[in-house]
């Protein structure tokens, strides 16, 4: 199963290593195509994500512009806030506030982590918790996270950079 669960808390996360070293030339299509398997996960996630849920759907946003998707998503950013309503999530710093597309944004700056690993020792990594209870909620009926990453996955073994392998070996671990 792509993604781990806890009692109101959902993650989608996915590892890839490399075994060996890569040059300079290397580590930059690598970082690319991670970025662009990313992108992939970001246009079908958000896009199983109800489109009532503005602030939910908002909260994607930081990670979109982190890998340059933001226009991917763009034509499914529409969808609406329930306006004048406010966030009930004691304990969160959202608590209160009018729920809106960009609540959902401020949401999302901490909801990711990417990461590349070393030219000498390459490690990458992608994490995606969900930021709003909305979604917390109602994941298990739109399955936005399964559907990225699955998604995610089909493209990174469609696409995986030629001639990686010859210098690898076997590039994914």
Excluded: C
């Excluded at 690319?32 to 759907?57: C, D, K, S, Y």
């Excluded at 998604?151 to 994914?172: R, V």
Aim: charged share 15%; hydrophobic share 40%.
């Amino acid at each position: 199963m792509p993604t781990s669960a806890a009692p109101l808390f959902k993650l989608a996360n996915i590892d890839k290593f490399a075994t060996g070293p890569a040059t300079a030339q290397q580590q930059l299509a690598i970082k690319r195509f991670w970025r662009l398997a990313i992108r992939e996960f970001v246009r079908v996630a958000i896009r199983h994500v109800n489109w009532q849920t503005g602030m939910t759907r908002g909260s994607f946003i930081p990670l979109a512009t982190a890998v340059q998707a933001k226009t991917a998503i763009q034509g499914v950013l529409s969808g609406t806030s329930l306006s004048g309503k406010r966030y009930w999530h004691i304990g969160s710093p959202f608590h209160k506030q009018p729920q809106t597309r960009t609540l959902g944004e401020r949401a999302g700056q901490d909801a990711y982590n990417i990461g590349w690993g070393s030219p000498t020792k390459l490690h990458l990594t992608f994490e995606f918790r969900i930021s709003t209870i909305q979604h917390q909620v109602h994941e298990s009926l739109w399955q936005s996270l399964d559907a990225g990453i699955e998604a995610m996955e089909a493209f990174i073994d469609m696409n995986s950079p030629a001639g990686l392998d010859d210098t690898f070996g076997s590039f994914w671990v």
